[in-house]
């Protein structure tokens, strides 16, 4: 199949060398049954490259799967992959077959391969050498037939270095490596990316596709992209449903790109102190707009309860103090619990008028919420989970799982 082929099975955007060179090794060692090692910064879209193996080989038919060992608790990853024998740790009620012997005669992905416990890593690579392997508390050996795709958006070198991967296993996974270049790399791609999402977007939210003005374009493509293509896609996605307008500006884009502000400045004010400082600052205003914001509701709120006659009396005789704080300079309070009437219109002082667009049906659902700070926490860090993962006082190994739970993209 030609290289053009597979980026169109495949949903691959791009004609960039560097990434067609990417593909033409996948599809060259896809009848082999050499391990692969994909490696490129987090986003680059890693993902396909098994996918395309495994379809292009003869293994075709067999079984697939995806394994995120950055999913799976450490505690059962050696039992998610090759399966325990009952009774061999607690809880283990049942025998239970692992994905290496599931998958005989297909493939497997190891995604997130820097993740594996270095007690698991010794097993994979004794399956990587023998085909053979030891259910979790049994000594019976097991035969399988399985072809390994690993990948990672770590610099397994250093990782090596800080004693996280063993350097044999690096060797017999990196057998043939595929390194697919960040999108700063493939400049060419970034606005026939753009459109296809655009295209995409408007198709699901059943509106008109966004385009962008020359200038637009020239920001586009000189912004760096550290969460690549995946970022590239979420921007497209909220320019998409939060600007009214379809036609996008340089400064409307500027909004949505974290720095781009500062692209023409000189190497020296882009320092990573600098970053900091500049992303804190923008955290605070943020946290003092969502303050403000709950304030603004929340009086809103109270002011629809006080004009209920019917519960209004009471809640303002318990709570004086606190209406007049709200809705009054404190210096201005009586002594005595006074009666507030709020009629909408005459007393427009107490209550900021609120215009309809900014009521916003918000979900009390902690699931919801864990999502929204997730998504947050990624956009904030363009998909870096290891960052996002800090920021929210997490392992990255549950930031992973919930990622995965919610399928966050
Ligand atoms: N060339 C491309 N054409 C179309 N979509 C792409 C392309 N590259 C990436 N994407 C999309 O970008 C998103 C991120 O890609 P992907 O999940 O493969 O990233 P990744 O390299 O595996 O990142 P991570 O290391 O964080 O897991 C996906 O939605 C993917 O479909
Ligand atoms: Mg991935």
Known sequence: MEVQAIKQRFGIIGTSPLLERAIDIARQVSPTDLTVLISGESGVGKEAFPKIIHHLSARKHGPYIAVNCGAIPEGTIDSELFGHEKGSFTGAHEARKGYFEVVDTGTIFLDEIAELPLSTQVRLLRVLETGEFFKVGSSKVIKTNVRVVAATNVDIPIAIGEGKFREDLYYRLNTVPIKVPPLKSRKEDIHLLFRKFASDFAEKYRMPALHLTENA?????????????RQLKNITEQISIIE????????LLAKYL???QYRDLPVLYRRDSDNKEISERDLLYKVLFDMKKDIHDLKHVVGEILQNEGVSKDIQKSNAQLIEKLYHNIETVGESAKEIHLDKGSDDHLIEPIQESEIVEESLSIQDKEIDLIKRALAKHNGKRKNAAKELGISERTLYRKIKEYEII
Not at 217 to 229: E, F, H, K
Not at 244 to 251: G, H, M, N
Request: glycine share 4%.
């Open 217 to 229: 374009i020239r920001l586009l493509i000189n912004y760096r992209w550290p969460g690549n293509v």
């Open 244 to 251: 009214k307008k379809r036609e996008i500006t340089a400064d």
């Open 258 to 260: 974290p720095e781009s």
